[in-house]
């Protein structure tokens, strides 16, 4: 069964980077297409971020594009996400998840496709 452990989160100030790391256990992140998602109080799921099995190919929700990237090292079974120039809006906890697919390009953005969450990393954007 495959396990997910998000990590990097913390509080900083607007205009800051922060990197997020997600450690894939039980599975091969060469196997998954893996997506990053986030929540805030009282508001929907929203997509941040995907990236394909193959690694080739990448998707970004409207409001983090040009700011955040995906990117994965399979090595290590790790998903990261970059951010940078970080706004009080992007305040949220941070999930990543994974998608057991046969289809190397598939960047799926809906939440309900995946199969697997981590339980989460709390970013904190002051302004």
């Known amino acids: 069964q495959v396990q997910l452990v998000e990590s990097g989160g913390g509080l900083v100030q607007a205009g800051a980077s922060l990197r997020l790391a997600c450690k894939i256990s039980?599975?091969?992140?060469?196997?998954?297409?893996m997506g990053w998602f986030r929540q805030a109080p009282g508001k929907e799921r929203e997509f941040v971020a995907a990236i394909s099995w193959g690694g080739r190919r990448t998707e970004y929700g409207d409001s983090v594009k040009d700011r955040f990237t995906i990117s994965k090292d399979d090595g290590k079974n790790m998903v990261y996400l970059e951010m940078n120039s970080l706004k009080p809006e992007d305040t949220a906890a941070y999930y990543c998840?994974?998608?057991?697919?046969?289809?190397?390009?598939?960047?799926?953005?809906?939440?309900?496709?995946?199969?697997?969450w981590g339980q989460g990393t709390q970013v904190t954007v002051s302004s």
């Open positions: 039980g599975g091969t992140s060469g196997d998954y297409a």
């Open positions: 998840a994974t998608k057991l697919t046969i289809f190397k390009s598939w960047v799926p953005r809906l939440g309900s496709v995946y199969d697997a």
